[in-house]
C-alpha cells in the first residue's frame, strides 16, 4: 500500500523561504503523478503543482510559478515543493497526494494518496 508523508512545515517569516518533502513509500516514485495541494480553515482545498510521470512535465496554479518549484528525486522517492518570497497568505496546511498514472489529474478527487499534510505559517 502506498504511503504519501510530508516534510518540512514550520513557521517562515515573510519574505523567506521553505522548502517541502513528500515521501511516497510502498511503491517506486516513478510511475507517479504527484501534486501539491493547501488548504486553510474554511476554504476548499487549492489545488497548487503537479508534477506528471510523463517526461517529468510540471503545472503550477495561476500565480504560483516563479516562486514556487516542484521537482522529484527518483532515488530518494520524494517529490520537493521549494517555496520562495513567502507571504502570510501563503499560511495554510500544505498536502501532497500521489496518483498512479501517467499524467496529473484535473482534480483532487483523482489523486488516491494522500498524506496528512503539513503546517506551514509566514509570520513575523
Known amino acids: 500500500q502506498v504511503r504519501v508523508v510530508e516534510f518540512g512545515g514550520g513557521l517562515v517569516q515573510p519574505g523567506g523561504s521553505l522548502r517541502l518533502s513528500c515521501v511516497v513509500s510502498?511503491?517506486?516514485?516513478?510511475?507517479?503523478?504527484v501534486g501539491w495541494f493547501r488548504q486553510v480553515p474554511g476554504k476548499e482545498r487549492d489545488w497548487m503543482a503537479c508534477?506528471?510521470?510523463?517526461?517529468?512535465?510540471?503545472y503550477y496554479a495561476d500565480g504560483l510559478e516563479g516562486r514556487f518549484t516542484i521537482s522529484r528525486d527518483l532515488a530518494k522517492n520524494t517529490v520537493y515543493l521549494q517555496m520562495h518570497n513567502l507571504e502570510s497568505g501563503d499560511t495554510a496546511v500544505y498536502y501532497c497526494a500521489a496518483d498512479r498514472g501517467y499524467y496529473c489529474p484535473s482534480t483532487s478527487a483523482g489523486f488516491r494518496n494522500w498524506g496528512q499534510g503539513t503546517q506551514v505559517t509566514v509570520s513575523s
Open positions: 510502498g511503491d517506486t516514485l516513478e510511475p507517479y503523478a
Open positions: 508534477i506528471s510521470r510523463s517526461d517529468d512535465n510540471t
